[in-house]
């Protein structure tokens, strides 16, 4: 029967992404009905449904609904595509319940792992990396949680050799961050005796590539070709740092990825922070992997709330390379609180509404600049970064001595002024902690969420040479490099935005401070692990130290972050995430000092040796 005669034809769009029902005049309502089975439909005329695939096939038991079931038409390559899908999610169930108690009869083992790979793999493989290409292969699709520095580009680049070998995908579609392009052509190169023919995708697919790279703002507009590229041939697709789809089809970057997955006979995803915000981050991860089963997979896991229930029924489905068993020495982040100073103080209660009698008048202006989350972290730190400069990032100007406050001055007049009266409490700890480091011989990395902060800092932390790596930085290679090679240069200043992923200093740095955090659990993650990773000595001591101001968002930061870690070490076993979730506190190391304190460290910082003048002001 034709599919134009059919009482209800079912096919793909013109995309090959989505999938679309259609129905004869009659069976109008009977459409109606069977839409209403999936939420996310959505209605293109009276006898027309469009989904996406991911929703289709998570809804697809509805279809035996269909009262004239007898003259319901596929298309061919849909059918065979919900086919492999089923089949995929038999196999996921098989592994759920067999939950590793006893082998099962298809499970790959470590052993066979080379001569699984072919003869053109060269790389060596370390012994858990063979034990999660064993898992990988054994379950056709995949998720690797584990920590960064353990080789999980490696890993996959592995398992789709073994895929290549036995002809289930011939070549591979890599979606990444732009920062971890180098990792990909280099492992492609270094793995095999005959290098991958990798191409990064520019306005079209290289129809002759291998590894065929993408980042993830390009997938939007390009999925038709994508689409096309991933049917010409079989294929694997792998999500790098897969975290970056966490928002499902509600995201930009989620519903393309769920729209390519089911095209891709074998898909991968890779990321080392898999739920930064909790269960639903998981439910999309695991929906590209398993589309229309991975969500309900989760949410059974997770529903009675328990964690440790949760964590071993759902680990039959990912395989996780731990630090400890990266041997890496350990190490224990310390929170450290400071307080504000008066003036900093009375203007972060006026931001949050609770008004002095001299704010009062400045009420309007302080309402104005207290709207924002990004706002309140901004006062937290210094509220003089929420007063614009001459320049969008012109550095902020302390005064040395700071000029006495008069009670006749308006609140937002002073905070005009704030660094000619008050120096930040962060930043006074930041310098303090700095100068001990580099006395040492100690480079360390600072971390700021935001721009002006980092110029800020810059300026105070001239005496160190330091380097600034942040968005609108052209040259980010040159200052990385100097940060590493120049022995004058002992702070790297950069936000988790910018540098968070994709880059290695755990060669020249053992120090880091955060000056501020923010909601991003998963962020956080990455960004410790700059400096703490695979290849460090054994003998190495890092120290991380983390700055909040107390009675200020910073408390509301730290407990959010330490219930999504709690959780996220919970789900994924791992003792080392659930530590961070509960920080130990350390004294200031700059809560002693007085006001004069400051201005002889600043102008000690500042000044040239022999040239040092009592009142220079910051440049």
Same mark, same amino acid.
């Given at each position: 029967m034709?599919?134009?005669?059919?009482?209800?034809?079912?096919?793909?769009?013109?995309?090959?992404?989505?999938?679309?029902?259609?129905?004869?005049?009659?069976?109008?309502?009977?459409?109606?009905?069977?839409?209403?089975?999936?939420?996310?439909?959505?209605?293109?005329?009276? $006898?027309?449904?469009?989904?996406?695939?991911?929703?289709?096939?998570?809804?697809?038991?509805?279809?035996?609904t269909?009262?004239?079931?007898?003259?319901?038409?596929?298309?061919?390559?849909?059918?065979?595509?919900?086919q492999?899908? $089923?089949?995929?999610?038999?196999?996921?169930? !098989?592994?759920?319940?067999?939950?590793?108690?006893?082998?099962?009869?298809?499970?790959?083992?470590?052993?066979?792992? =080379?001569?699984?790979?072919?003869?053109?793999?060269?790389?060596?493989?370390?012994?858990?990396?063979?034990?999660?290409?064993?898992?990988l292969?054994?379950?056709?699709?995949?998720?690797?949680?584990?920590?960064?520095?353990?080789?999980?580009?490696?890993?996959?680049?592995?398992?789709?050799?073994?895929?290549?070998?036995?002809?289930?995908?011939? *070549?591979? =579609?890599? +979606?990444?961050?732009?920062?971890?392009?180098?990792?990909?052509?280099?492992?492609?190169?270094?793995?095999?005796?005959?290098?991958?023919r @990798?191409?990064?995708?520019?306005?079209?697919?290289?129809?002759?590539?291998?590894?065929?790279?993408?980042?993830?703002e390009?997938?939007?507009?390009?999925?038709?070709?994508?689409?096309?590229?991933?049917?010409?041939?079989?294929?694997?697709?792998?999500?790098?740092?897969?975290?970056?789809?966490? &928002?499902?089809?509600?995201?930009?970057?989620?519903?393309?990825?769920?729209?390519?997955?089911?095209?891709a006979? !074998?898909?991968?995803?890779?990321?080392?922070?898999?739920?930064?915000?909790?269960?639903?981050?998981?439910? @999309?991860?695991?929906?590209?992997?398993?589309?229309?089963?991975?969500?309900?997979?989760?949410?059974d896991a997770?529903?009675?709330?328990?964690l440790?229930?949760?964590s071993?029924?759902?680990? /039959?489905?990912?395989?996780?390379?731990?630090?400890?068993?990266?041997?890496?020495? /350990?190490?224990?982040?310390?929170?450290?609180?400071?307080?504000?100073?008066?003036?900093?103080?009375?203007?972060?209660?006026?931001?949050?509404?609770?008004?002095?009698?001299?704010?009062?008048?400045?009420?309007?202006?302080l309402?104005? =600049?207290?709207?924002?989350?990004? !706002?309140? $972290?901004?006062?937290?730190?210094?509220?003089? $970064?929420?007063?614009?400069?001459?320049?969008?990032?012109?550095?902020?100007?302390?005064? +040395?001595?700071?000029?006495?406050?008069?009670?006749?001055?308006?609140?937002?007049?002073?905070?005009?002024?704030?660094?000619?009266?008050?120096?930040?409490?962060?930043?006074?700890?930041?310098?303090?902690?700095?100068?001990?480091?580099a006395?040492?011989?100690?480079?360390? &990395?600072?971390?700021s969420?935001?721009?002006?902060?980092l110029?800020?800092?810059?300026?105070? &932390?001239?005496?160190?040479?330091?380097?600034?790596?942040?968005?609108?930085?052209?040259?980010?290679?040159?200052?990385i490099?100097?940060?590493?090679?120049?022995?004058?240069?002992?702070?790297?200043? @950069?936000?988790?935005a910018?540098?968070?992923?994709?880059i290695?200093?755990?060669?020249?740095?053992?120090?880091?401070?955060?000056? #501020?955090?923010?909601?991003?659990?998963?962020?956080?993650?990455?960004?410790?692990?700059?400096?703490?990773?695979?290849? =460090?000595?054994?003998?190495?001591?890092? *120290?991380v130290?983390? &700055?909040?101001? *107390?009675?200020?968002?910073d408390?509301?930061?730290?407990?959010?972050?330490?219930?999504?870690?709690?959780?996220?070490?919970?789900?994924?076993?791992?003792?080392?995430?659930?530590?961070?979730?509960?920080?130990?506190?350390?004294?200031?190391?700059?809560?002693?000092?007085?006001?004069? #304190?400051?201005?002889?460290?600043?102008?000690?910082?500042?000044?040239?040796?022999?040239?040092?003048?009592?009142?220079?002001?910051?440049?």
């Open positions: 034709p599919l134009s005669q059919a009482s209800l034809a079912i096919a793909f769009d013109v995309t090959r992404t989505k999938a679309v029902l259609r129905v004869l005049p009659q069976h109008m309502n009977d459409l109606t009905q069977l839409a209403a089975h999936f939420p996310h439909s959505t209605r293109r005329g009276p $006898l027309v449904v469009e989904m996406e695939l991911d929703g289709f096939l998570a809804g697809i038991d509805a279809l035996a269909w009262p004239a079931h007898e003259s319901v038409q596929w298309e061919d390559e849909l059918v065979q595509l919900v492999g899908v $089923l089949d995929d999610a038999e196999i996921a169930e !098989r592994h759920l319940l067999n939950n590793g108690s006893s082998p099962a009869a298809d499970e790959v083992q470590p052993g066979e792992i =080379l001569s699984l790979l072919g003869s053109g793999w060269v790389a060596d493989l370390t012994p858990f990396q063979m034990r999660d290409v064993a898992r292969l054994t379950l056709r699709h995949g998720a690797n949680f584990s920590v960064p520095g353990a080789g999980k580009t490696r890993v996959a680049l592995a398992v789709f050799s073994a895929m290549r070998k036995q002809n289930l995908a011939r *070549r591979a =579609l890599v +979606v990444s961050p732009k920062s971890a392009y180098e990792s990909w052509h280099f492992e492609s190169a270094f793995c095999f005796d005959e290098p991958l @990798s191409h990064v995708m520019d306005k079209a697919p290289e129809p002759g590539a291998e590894l065929l790279i993408v980042n993830y390009r997938l939007g507009r390009s999925l038709g070709s994508l689409a096309s590229w991933l049917r010409a041939a079989p294929s694997m697709m792998i999500l790098d740092e897969a975290h970056r789809m966490k &928002l499902g089809a509600k995201g930009t970057y989620g519903s393309a990825c769920l729209s390519l997955g089911p095209l006979p !074998r898909r991968l995803i890779l990321t080392g922070t898999p739920a930064p915000n909790g269960a639903r981050d998981l439910e @999309s991860l695991l929906s590209f992997v398993w589309p229309g089963h991975g969500r309900r997979v989760v949410n997770v529903r009675g709330g328990d440790a229930y949760a071993a029924a759902l680990r /039959p489905l990912f395989v996780r390379t731990t630090k400890s068993e990266l041997g890496l020495p /350990p190490y224990e982040p310390k929170i450290r609180y400071v307080s504000l100073p008066p003036l900093h103080r009375e203007i972060y209660d006026a931001l949050r509404s609770r008004y002095s009698a001299r704010a009062i008048a400045s009420r309007d202006q309402d104005t =600049l207290g709207r924002t989350v990004l !706002r309140l $972290l901004m006062a937290a730190i210094t509220p003089a $970064l929420l007063i614009e400069g001459t320049s969008r990032y012109e550095p902020l100007a302390y005064q +040395v001595p700071p000029l006495q406050v008069s009670e006749q001055d308006s609140l937002y007049n002073l905070l005009q002024n704030l660094t000619s009266y008050e120096v930040a409490p962060k930043y006074q700890e930041t310098l303090a902690i700095v100068e001990k480091n006395s040492l011989g100690r480079k360390t &990395l600072v971390w969420t935001f721009v002006r902060s110029t800020s800092l810059q300026a105070l &932390l001239s005496p160190y040479k330091p380097a600034l790596v942040h968005g609108g930085v052209p040259d980010r290679e040159e200052e490099r100097r940060f590493r090679e120049d022995p004058d240069c002992m702070v790297l200043l @950069s936000n988790p910018t540098l968070g992923e994709g290695s200093l755990h060669q020249v740095c053992h120090d880091a401070v955060y000056v #501020d955090r923010d909601f991003m659990a998963g962020r956080f993650l990455q960004s410790l692990d700059r400096i703490h990773r695979l290849g =460090l000595p054994s003998d190495a001591e890092t *120290r130290t983390i &700055l909040a101001t *107390r009675e200020t968002i408390e509301t930061v730290a407990e959010r972050l330490e219930a999504k870690l709690q959780f996220m070490g919970q789900i994924l076993d791992d003792p080392d995430v659930q530590q961070l979730a509960d920080l130990d506190e350390e004294p200031s190391v700059a809560s002693g000092m007085d006001m004069n #304190d400051v201005q002889a460290l600043l102008s000690h910082l500042t000044t040239p040796p022999r040239q040092l003048k009592e009142g220079l002001s910051m440049p």
